[in-house]
């Protein structure tokens, strides 16, 4: 690898050059600066010199962030007049050890990155839990087919284009079934039931928001982070596709927010609960709400991973769903906020 001297380095320090450097290492860091889980400022912050003890104190990080910055290593900090590597230097190069060993196996030893996921994860075994909670900084590819491929991804502004026209459509239908009658009764037998009208209606798109922040909850904490068993390849492969190739490579764009198709499935399923317990019209704008409440989640949980928040409330989530995600992957079930965390006993310890 090439040397180079602080100076060279501190040339570059802006964001169409980022360099930085850590334990004699140079790294060029510009095109992962956009997907930097701690966003683009943290990494400005050290822009063109050293960032070693910055990783280990107030922007800590995890043995998966070291990993992933080896990748982009470009050369070595010369620290003799002749711009040579010292001997000290190359002691640390030809002794390092080999920072993709995670418990006696290299990444590329149980996954072959060249070929589609799909049917090579199931038999990770005993390995893939370690193995899918050690982030990479690369793009998933799941099917051999190019067109189950393209229903597996989808970009962040599909879910507004499919979701919100859903909400209205919703709301109409609400309206209109509410508009033909003296309302309805949710649950007669019970005290006499729940009235209901069109002046109850934005009451019932907000129930129908919170309702869905606690279905976010419940579906992340006990579905998405269930731990397969071993032994059974089916459930192991139903756990990365559902949830675990988003924590595998956080930072793949395609792979963030849910796909319309395997969307519809939950979408479908929340639609027939609601119609089988409540009337139709309050069916109606409660799904309403809960598809709104849907598509600010997913928004939101996009913005945290490339977005640079200027506000401190997101800046503080992202920080949160950073640990969740780096540090402690049991807690920080909340994507949009933390009340259920919480409610639930799950909330991230700031000393993580």
């Known amino acids: 690898m090439k040397t180079f001297t602080s100076d060279e380095v501190s040339r570059h320090s802006g964001d169409d050059s980022l360099w930085v450097t850590r334990d004699d290492r140079v790294y060029d860091v510009t095109d992962f600066a956009g997907r930097h889980p701690g966003g683009r400022a943290a990494l400005l912050q050290g822009g063109g010199g050293e960032v070693t003890s910055l990783m280990r104190t107030g922007h800590q990080h995890s043995d ?26 190359r002691k640390r190069e030809n ?10 196996w290299r990444e590329d030893e149980l996954i072959d990155w060249s070929k589609p996921l799909y ?33 597996s991804t989808a970009p962040w502004w599909v879910v507004p284009i499919v979701w919100l ?28 039931g729940l009235w209901t009208c069109t002046y109850h209606m934005p009451f ?3 129930f129908g928001a919170v309702m869905w922040s606690l279905f976010e909850y419940v579906v992340h904490r006990w579905l998405f982070h269930m731990r397969p068993p071993s032994w059974s390849p089916f459930l192991t492969t139903l756990h990365f596709v559902l949830h675990g190739q988003h924590h595998k ?31 139709v019209a309050m069916a109606q704008i409660l799904l309403a709400g809960t598809a709104f409440g849907y598509v600010i989640y997913d928004l939101i949980h996009y913005y945290l991973h490339h977005g640079s928040p200027s506000l401190r409330y997101f800046q503080d989530l992202k920080n949160y769903h950073v640990r969740h995600h780096f540090v402690n992957q049991q807690k920080g079930f909340g994507i949009s906020h933390k009340f259920w965390d919480y409610t639930f006993g799950t909330v991230i310890p700031m000393k993580s």
Not at 135 to 143: A, M, S, T
Not at 184 to 190: G, K, L, Y
């Open 64 to 89: 998966a962030a070291y990993q992933i910055l080896d990748k982009y290593q470009i050369g070595w900090l010369s620290d003799e007049p002749n711009g040579n590597v010292s001997v000290r230097q």
């Open 119 to 151: 049917w090579q994860v199931g038999h990770l075994g005993d390995n893939y839990m370690e193995w899918v909670h050690s982030p990479v900084d690369r793009q998933i590819k799941l099917f051999r087919s190019e067109f189950a491929e393209f229903f």
């Open 204 to 206: 019932l798109f907000g």
């Open 95 to 104: 002794g390092k050890k080999d920072d993709n060993k995670l418990k006696g």
């Open 249 to 279: 490579a956080p930072m793949d764009r395609q792979r963030l927010v849910f796909p319309p198709l395997p969307a519809s499935v939950f979408g479908v399923t929340i639609s027939l609960l609601y119609l089988s317990v409540f009337p």
């Open 165 to 192: 026209p859903v909400m209205c459509m919703y709301i109409t239908l609400s309206f209109l079934n509410y508009s033909n009658g003296a309302g309805e009764v949710w649950m007669p037998n019970f005290y006499g």
